[in-house]
T-cell receptor, first 113, second 120 residues
Framework: GNSVTQMEGPVTLSEEAFLTINCTYTATGYPSLFWYVQYPGEGLQLLLKATKADDKGSNKGFEATYRKETTSFHLEKGSVQVSDSAVYFCALRHGGATNKLIFGTGTLLAVQP | GAVVSQHPSWVICKSGTSVKIECRSL??????MFWYRQFPKQSLMLMATSNEGSKATYEQGVEKDKFLINHASLTLSTLTVTSAHPEDSSFYIC????????????????FGPGTRLTVL
């Protein structure tokens, strides 16, 4: 079945460090891929998405490229800030009417000043 | 735009009582709403898909008689946890999918802030 695997956290970085959170997926066909962010005490917010192979999603300095050959959608940011501290979820949505999202386990990012 | 609210944001109840959680789409109509459950330090697990005017579709392993879902209008879905027990304590999150085509967000789910349920 469809699944998403992302690196376990927590990831602890100093401010202005480079961030990579790995995400790989298993799915038939061509799913859409997403990164969501959850700040403490809040619901999920869509951070970025890509709907087809080689697409690059980007937002707020974060980027992720849909790599079909490696079934990956790694999240990157060149210089993290304390305000980026949150839990990041990778997710896929397969085609069809149900629009179900399948989430990874989430990665906690803690950025220290 | 595309705001989803949940009420209450947190609730504490005694074992054996029922608790209702509301999910509202504030500025759009949602034909479909989803209910998720999130355990501490774990991912979101889809519980059920709620379609306006019809019965909810529950995921495998989710008791439909325990988690009652009603999607009576295009802006409101409710989740009722019946005869709650301590193991039902969790963070419940809803999301809504817009009925109409929205630019740059077609087919996207918009998430509520979640409801923390604690059963004593």
């Amino acid at each position: 079945g469809n699944s998403v695997t992302q690196m376990e956290g927590p990831v602890t970085l100093s401010e202005e460090a480079f961030l990579t959170i790995n995400c790989t997926y298993t799915a038939t066909g061509y799913p859409s891929l997403f990164w969501y962010v959850q700040y403490p005490g809040e619901g999920l917010q869509l951070l970025l998405k890509a709907t087809k192979a080689d697409d690059k999603g980007s937002n707020k300095g974060f980027e992720a490229t849909y790599r079909k050959e490696t079934t990956s959608f790694h999240l990157e940011k060149g210089s993290v800030q304390v305000s980026d501290s949150a839990v990041y979820f990778c997710a896929l949505r397969h085609g069809g009417a149900t629009n179900k999202l399948i989430f990874g386990t989430g990665t906690l990012l803690a950025v220290q000043p | 735009g595309a705001v989803v609210s949940q009420h209450p944001s947190w609730v504490i109840c005694k074992s054996g009582t029922s608790v209702k959680i509301e999910c509202r789409s504030l500025d759009f109509q949602a034909t479909t709403m989803f209910w998720y459950r999130q355990f501490p330090k774990q991912s979101l697990m889809l519980m059920a898909t709620s379609n306006e005017g019809s019965k909810a579709t529950y995921e495998q392993g989710v008791e439909k008689d325990k988690f009652l879902i009603n999607h009576a209008s295009l802006t409101l879905s409710t989740l009722t946890v019946t005869s709650a027990h301590p193991e039902d304590s969790s963070f419940y999150i809803c999301s809504a999918r817009a009925s109409e085509v929205r630019r740059d967000s077609y087919n996207e789910q918009f998430f509520g802030p979640g409801t923390r349920l604690t059963v004593l």
